[in-house]
């Protein structure tokens, strides 16, 4: 974290994004396992396939390079494994997190859009 940002680089940015960007996440990362996503690197359509034990209201959002919040979904999970498909065209070309929360636990995974 730099300046309260996010950063999914492999160092840490000295770019402070301000009052824009992730900063209060209270959430327990759970193991990556139960996160996949398809194709990696995507041009138009990614395939999120979440499996765990979370039922109910998700929100998953896409996270910039910058730690800076660029959409944010909400959708309904009914069984252990789901599969949703999120429409990325309009990303521009880049690095991002795809983050999954059920309210109380988060599980996090990188793509790149191209």
Excluded at 15 to 22: E, N, P, R
Excluded at 77 to 84: A, G, I, L, S, V
């Amino acid at each position: 974290m730099e300046g309260g940002c996010l950063d999914i680089v492999a160092y840490e940015s000295t770019h402070d994004a301000g009052v824009s960007c992730l900063t209060d996440v209270k959430a327990l990362l759970l193991d990556n396992d139960d996160l996949d996503l398809f194709p990696n690197p995507v041009a138009e359509k990614l395939q999120i396939v979440i499996e765990n034990k979370w039922r109910g209201e998700l929100t998953v959002q896409i996270v910039n390079s910058l730690g800076q919040p660029i959409q944010t979904i909400s959708y309904v999970k009914f069984e252990t494994k789901n599969t949703y498909d999120l429409d990325v065209k309009n990303l521009p070309n880049g690095i991002y997190l795809l983050l999954v929360s059920d309210g109380t636990e988060m599980v996090v995974e990188s793509f790149v859009k191209l």
